[in-house]
Nanobody, 119 residues
Framework: QVQLVESGGGLVQPGGSLRLSCAASGSFFSIYTMAWYRQAPGKERDLVARIISGGSTNYADSVKGRFTISRDNAKNTVYLQMNSLKPEDTAVYYC?????????????WGQGTQVTVSS
């Protein structure tokens, strides 16, 4: 069982910044990918950014140049630095991790953290 705990969400004004964190714990051998998704009310859950164990990243077009994903492999933690936030970034942000454990491959979700961009 792999648990993901997110933190760092909140209310911020347009143009502001937030930093999300997601720490993985439990029993596993390695985490290959860590990612952030978001889901706005009435919409599907969409990928925001992904980072693989080697450090390669990819981003949704809507956040390129504003958001940066990074990870600390020693701490099994992924971060999402969000700058120049816009009202349309308002959503619940979910952490996702995929890897390998004693019982095989796993894919886990965090509980979500609310990000609200409003004046």
């Amino acid at each position: 069982q792999v648990q993901l705990v997110e933190s760092g969400g909140g209310l911020v004004q347009p143009g502001g910044s937030l930093r999300l964190s997601c720490a993985a714990s439990g029993s596993f051998f390695s985490i290959y990918t860590m990612a952030w998704y978001r889901q706005a009310p009435g919409k599907e859950r969409d990928l925001v950014a992904r980072i693989i164990s080697g450090g390669s990243t990819n981003y949704a077009d809507s956040v390129k140049g504003r958001f940066t994903i990074s990870r600390d492999n020693a701490k099994n933690t992924v971060y999402l630095q969000m700058n120049s936030l816009k009202p349309e970034d308002t959503a619940v942000y979910y952490c996702h991790a995929g890897g390998n454990s004693w019982s095989g491959d796993f894919a886990s979700w965090g509980q979500g953290t609310q990000v609200t961009v409003s004046s």
